[in-house]
Every structure is written in structure tokens, then in C-alpha cells.
């Protein structure tokens, strides 16, 4: 299960993001959201959500793939 300081942190990049813009802070949440993605215990609808935003995230930014996505496509 994903600790709350996991959650903290995804919640206070994103607010950040949102707030200022900061192209940081929204790295620094796509890579919070990609971890929450790779915990094992977390329930199919939040890790769809949680990818979600990572990719709105990185489109943001005007990035082609997050970091996620690129590791998905090279084990393929």
C-alpha cells in the first residue's frame, strides 16, 4: 500500500504544477505517479488514474513519452 507521504507528495507536486507552472514540479510528479503505479496493491482504478495524469502531466510539458512509457516500449 502506498505510504501517505506517497500520496503527500504526489498531491503537493501536482498543486505546485498547477499553481506556478514549474516544469519541476511537474517531473517531480510524473515520477511520484509512476511509482504509485508500480506498488502491487494498488486497485486497477487508481493506477489508471494515477497514469492518467502522468501522461496529461508530460503532454503539459510537451514531452512525447514519460518515463514510465519509455520503459514499457524498451522491455517490449
Not at 3 to 28: F, K
Not at 31 to 55: I, N, P, T, Y
Amino acid at each position: 500500500m502506498p505510504t501517505n507521504n506517497l500520496w503527500a507528495g504526489v498531491l503537493s507536486q501536482l498543486l505546485i504544477h498547477q499553481e506556478s507552472g514549474c516544469p519541476h514540479s511537474a517531473r517531480h510528479a510524473i515520477r511520484l505517479l509512476d511509482q504509485l503505479c508500480d506498488c502491487d496493491d494498488l486497485d486497477a482504478e487508481v493506477r489508471l488514474l494515477c497514469e492518467r495524469a502522468s501522461q496529461r502531466i508530460g503532454q503539459s510539458l510537451g514531452v512525447r513519452q514519460t518515463t514510465r512509457e519509455a520503459c514499457h516500449a524498451r522491455a517490449a
